[in-house]
């Protein structure tokens, strides 16, 4: 069966979920007081994001732990700044649909996905960040919100220019182009990579599809950049793939503080 054609929610099925998000937020089996969030979040799918803002920024922590049935990152915000938190979302789409959720019944309405992928395409280098306007769903998650799923498009009123002059001044080549998110990643095959580049994707995630597909659900407006981290071979003949650059970390670094700044 084509991905694209699996069907787990009907549209004949108006009964409600057996849980909700607000449900499990409000179910009191955690001890921390529950407050409302700012109305955008950040939300990095790298594991340094967390740690880069409390290093590089005056913080406070909003919740210990944030109420999610699969995510528990703490929330953070910068001193200052009322209208924008910070939280490690967690890896797969799962995971990443659970914080979006959890997210939303806390009172959050915007959200920028700050993550990274392996690119495939001779548009993408490593260390350029993504912009995409539609993302290819070949994850799970998507298809419990919609019945009929293949390209996730963004929903946003953000200006794509001004994001791309910003980051170029900081340094960043910024590639606006359609990318793909997997549950899979070990079968991330050349057949299949090939068949992404027919379909004019340049690279792929593990969450960015499902968080967009949840944001939709809920008229939640969302922005995606991803950070190329390595760059697949086109073939078996070729080099096999390499983690990162040289400088990398520092990279990695700069990439969260000039979302952290601009957002």
């Given at each position: 069966?084509?991905v694209?054609?699996?069907?787990?929610?009907?549209?004949?099925?108006?009964?409600?979920p057996?849980?909700?998000?607000?449900?499990?937020?409000?179910?009191?089996?955690?001890s921390?007081k529950?407050i409302k969030?700012?109305?955008r979040a950040?939300i990095?799918?790298?594991g340094m994001?967390?740690?880069?803002v409390?290093?590089?920024?005056?913080?406070?922590?909003?919740?210990?732990?944030?109420p999610?049935?699969?995510?528990?990152?703490?929330?953070?915000?910068?001193?200052g700044?009322?209208?924008?938190?910070?939280?490690?979302?967690?890896?797969?789409?799962?995971a990443?649909?659970?914080?979006?959720?959890?997210?939303?019944?806390?009172?959050?309405?915007?959200?920028?996905l700050?993550?990274?992928?392996g690119?495939?395409?001779?548009?993408?280098e490593?260390g350029?960040?993504?912009?995409?306007?539609r993302?290819?769903?070949?994850?799970?998650t998507?298809?419990?919100?919609?019945?009929?799923?293949?390209?996730?498009?963004?929903?946003?009123?953000?200006?794509?220019?001004?994001?791309?002059t910003?980051?170029?001044?900081?340094?960043f080549?910024?590639?606006?182009?359609?990318?793909?998110?997997?549950?899979?990643?070990?079968?991330?095959?050349?057949?299949?990579?090939?068949?992404?580049?027919?379909?004019?994707?340049?690279?792929?995630?593990?969450?960015?599809?499902?968080?967009?597909?949840v944001?939709?659900?809920?008229?939640?407006?969302?922005?995606v950049?991803?950070?190329?981290?390595?760059?697949?071979?086109?073939?078996?003949?070729?080099?096999?793939?390499?983690?990162?650059?040289?400088?990398?970390?520092?990279?990695?670094r700069?990439?969260?503080?000039?979302?952290?700044?601009?957002f």
């Amino acid at each position: 069966m084509e991905v694209n054609k699996v069907k787990w929610k009907y549209e004949e099925d108006k009964t409600s979920p057996i849980i909700s998000a607000k449900e499990h937020v409000l179910s009191g089996h955690r001890s921390q007081k529950i407050i409302k969030l700012p109305n955008r979040a950040i939300i990095f799918c790298i594991g340094m994001g967390l740690d880069c803002v409390e290093e590089n920024y005056e913080t406070i922590t909003l919740m210990d732990s944030i109420p999610g049935f699969i995510t528990h990152s703490k929330v953070l915000k910068i001193k200052g700044n009322e209208n924008t938190c910070f939280v490690h979302g967690g890896y797969g789409s799962p995971a990443i649909a659970d914080t979006i959720e959890t997210l939303h019944a806390l009172g959050v309405n915007e959200i920028v996905l700050v993550g990274m992928c392996g690119v495939f395409s001779n548009k993408v280098e490593v260390g350029n960040i993504i912009i995409p306007n539609r993302i290819l769903s070949e994850e799970g998650t998507s298809r419990h919100y919609y019945s009929a799923v293949e390209f996730v498009k963004v929903h946003n009123d953000f200006e794509i220019n001004e994001i791309k002059t910003y980051f170029e001044d900081c340094s960043f080549k910024v590639i606006a182009e359609d990318t793909v998110t997997t549950d899979a990643l070990y079968r991330e095959t050349f057949f299949k990579e090939n068949l992404w580049r027919e379909k004019d994707c340049v690279g792929v995630d593990m969450e960015a599809s499902a968080l967009v597909s949840v944001c939709n659900y809920y008229n939640m407006k969302s922005i995606v950049l991803l950070l190329a981290s390595d760059k697949h071979p086109k073939s078996e003949n070729e080099k096999s793939w390499v983690w990162g650059k040289e400088d990398f970390k520092n990279i990695q670094r700069n990439f969260v503080k000039s979302c952290t700044d601009f957002f």
